[in-house]
């Protein structure tokens, strides 16, 4: 922690020094006294809390969504063959497609509103979680379900109890990957059109040539993610070490 701080201390002092020295314009290249004062002055009229409050929910509902679909979808393609040779090749083509190229897509399908939004949400989150799960099935070793199929197990139970339990690294690898996914198809969403959350807020930085407000935007942003992984991820990550023996004591 205090290594963390150390170097967040000295990554200000830096930015400030070169801001100082006016290396680049300042209207550019703000300082991180005014991205701090147009951070409290947006904090202060409340427009940063109800566009952060409005992206959150849009983030969460898609990302919830996504996983709720691409952690069964990732079991099912990783233990049947012909689901895996079909649906898996379009999984895969999904893969190296960028979650901006949705967007047309959803706009003609929903129009200008959140549901377009939600769609490209789903859309870029969801294969990342799904290919995730699928690869950490596939890379168990097969004697986990020949014992349990030797000792009579339900074929239902076997996925509850033996797949599932045992891919539970690669189900939060895919679930973090996700969650990484969902807010980039997010910001490409509501960067393009009016939409009320940070994604607007930075566009309209970017329409005043407010640079304070376009950082002040994006370090909201990165703390957000920070603070999920730390908080959240870090915390399950911790437990799936401590289950599986993994920790470093």
């Known amino acids: 922690m205090f290594k963390r701080l150390i170097f967040f201390v000295a ?3 830096v930015w400030a020094l070169i801001a100082e020295r006016h290396v680049w314009d300042p209207t550019l290249f703000p300082s991180p006294w005014k ?15 109800h566009a952060t409050a409005i992206s959150l929910r849009r983030v969460l509902v898609g990302y919830s969504i996504s996983l709720a679909i691409g952690v069964p979808l990732g079991v099912l393609l990783a233990t049947r063959k012909w689901l895996e040779d079909t649906v898996g090749s379009l999984v895969s083509a999904f893969q190296s497609l960028p979650s901006i190229c949705w967007l047309p897509l959803a706009l003609l399908w929903f129009g200008m509103n959140d549901k377009a939004i939600l769609f490209v949400v789903v859309a870029g989150s969801l294969v990342s979680i799904t290919v995730a799960v699928q690869d950490g099935i596939k ?5 986990y379900v020949r014992a349990a199929q030797t000792m009579g197990t339900p074929q239902f139970r076997i996925y509850t109890e033996v797949l599932l339990p045992a891919s539970l ?15 980039r198809s997010l910001m490409s969403g509501e960067l393009l059109f009016v939409s009320l959350g940070l994604g607007q807020m930075l566009m309209q930085g970017r329409d005043l040539a407010d640079m304070s407000q376009v950082i002040s935007v994006m370090i909201v942003i990165m703390s957000l993610g920070l603070l999920t992984d730390k908080v959240i991820f870090g915390s399950l990550e911790r437990h799936v070490r401590r289950r599986w023996g993994l920790s470093i004591s």
């Open 139 to 143: 890379n168990l070793p097969p004697t």
């Open 35 to 49: 991205v701090a004062e147009t951070l409290w002055q947006n904090f202060r009229d409340g427009s940063l809390v």
């Open 169 to 183: 690294p690669a189900i939060l690898t895919g679930a973090k990957l996700g969650w990484a996914y969902a807010w």
């Open 11 to 13: 990554l200000i002092g």
